[in-house]
């Protein structure tokens, strides 16, 4: 289990990662994000406008890592801005809702759209959320881990009201961050001073094989 931000000085870190949290309007990305940081589940909330982010700093298996976590609108007029963000990204979250049959039926366009911004073999996982509305599930469970087996991605099933999953999601998506980073590190070794010279401007708010991880309620 990664170690948490208050423990951890946030001006010392191994790895500066960006993660992007994509998927449909009213999936819980928002609510995915500020869970994850600490932040108290809201019943009720606005959708974002353009993106909003926080900062997490965590210890994974004695590596520290500072990880900048983008919430993306997913409403179509915001598109022309968010897409600008997926350039320099380390990671994505595309989430869908599993009582919204067609918030998963749109996953591909999002892998396409992540795809046309990204380099290829930025990690990937699938999130079908909301795990807690279990009388409610539309998006079969055994479907949606096929899915994301075929596209060679994990699947989580997550409730952000509950907490569940949340933290094996991150953790799982920054182990293969963290992989690819040291494989291209291999072939590239200036890559390994690239967070020395990174500049971070927070957010006032912010704070500092596929079938067995398809965790759910």
């Given at each position: 289990m990664a170690q948490k931000n208050e423990t951890l000085d946030p001006m010392k870190y191994d790895y500066l990662f960006?993660?992007?949290?994509?998927?449909?309007?009213?999936?819980?990305?928002?609510?995915?994000?500020t869970r994850y940081?600490?932040?108290?589940?809201?019943?009720?909330?606005t959708g974002t406008v353009g993106l909003d982010f926080r900062i997490r700093i965590i210890q994974l298996n004695g590596i520290r890592i500072r990880l900048q976590i983008?919430?993306?609108?997913?409403?179509?007029?915001?598109?022309?801005?968010?897409t600008t963000y997926y350039r320099g990204s380390d990671g994505i979250l595309i989430v869908y809702d599993i009582?919204?049959?067609?918030?998963?039926?749109?996953?591909t366009s999002w892998i396409e759209?992540?795809?046309?911004?990204?380099?290829?073999?930025?990690?990937?996982?699938?999130?079908?959320?909301?795990c807690d509305l279990n009388t409610r599930i539309s998006v079969d469970n055994a479907r949606a881990r096929e899915y994301a087996k075929n596209n060679g991605m994990f699947l989580f099933q997550t409730s952000a009201k509950s907490s569940k999953n949340i933290e094996n999601a991150f953790e799982?998506?920054?182990?293969?961050?963290?992989?690819?980073?040291?494989?291209?590190a291999k072939n590239d070794p200036d890559r390994s001073d690239r967070t020395k010279s990174v500049i971070l401007h927070d957010n006032p708010r912010s704070k500092d094989n596929p079938n067995d991880n398809s965790g759910c309620c």
């Open positions: 960006k993660l992007l949290i994509v998927g449909d309007p009213g999936v819980g990305k928002s609510s995915i994000m940081v600490g932040e108290d589940f809201e019943e009720c909330t983008w919430d993306s609108a997913g409403h179509e007029r915001y598109r022309p801005l968010t009582t919204d049959d067609q918030t998963f039926e749109h996953v759209e992540v795809n046309r911004f990204t380099d290829k073999d930025v990690p990937k996982i699938v999130v079908g959320n909301k799982h998506l920054v182990s293969m961050m963290i992989g690819r980073e040291m494989a291209l």
